[in-house]
Nanobody
Framework: QVQLVESGGGLVQAEGSLRLSCTGT????????MGWFRQAPGKKREFVAA????????NYADSVKGRFTISRDNAKNTVYLEMKSLKPEDTAVYYC?????????????????WGKGTLVTVSL
């Protein structure tokens, strides 16, 4: 069992920056590929970014490429999402998730574990 807890959300003005963190407890964190997803009000949850167990591979949604960076520190059992040049359309609840398969993380379907989310609000 893995428990994931997100933090770092909040209110930020457009063009501002935030860094989200997701800390895992329980089983060996480094075993899992990790991902960030988000769900805006009235919309479906969508993939944002993924990182492999060894940090060698990352993927991003087109909407965040060049603005968001995913990283992880396995020694701290933590994955990060650095968000820059934020836009109002980035407003959403952001979730981290873990799975033993990187392909599953990128697909966003059938993830083993999810956090409860952290709210990011970007104002004009």
């Amino acid at each position: 069992q893995v428990q994931l807890v997100e933090s770092g959300g909040g209110l930020v003005q457009a063009e501002g920056s935030l860094r989200l963190s997701c800390t895992g407890t329980g089983r060996t964190f480094s075993y899992y590929a990790m991902g960030w997803f988000r769900q805006a009000p009235g919309k479906k949850r969508e993939f944002v970014a993924a990182i492999s167990r060894d940090r060698a591979t990352t993927n991003y949604a087109d909407s965040v490429k060049g603005r968001f960076t995913i990283s992880r520190d396995n020694a701290k059992n933590t994955v990060y999402l650095e968000m820059k040049s934020l836009k109002p359309e980035d407003t959403a609840v952001y979730y981290c998730a873990a799975d033993g398969s990187y392909r599953t993380v990128v697909s966003g379907v059938g993830m083993d574990y999810w956090g409860k989310g952290t709210l990011v609000t970007v104002s004009l």
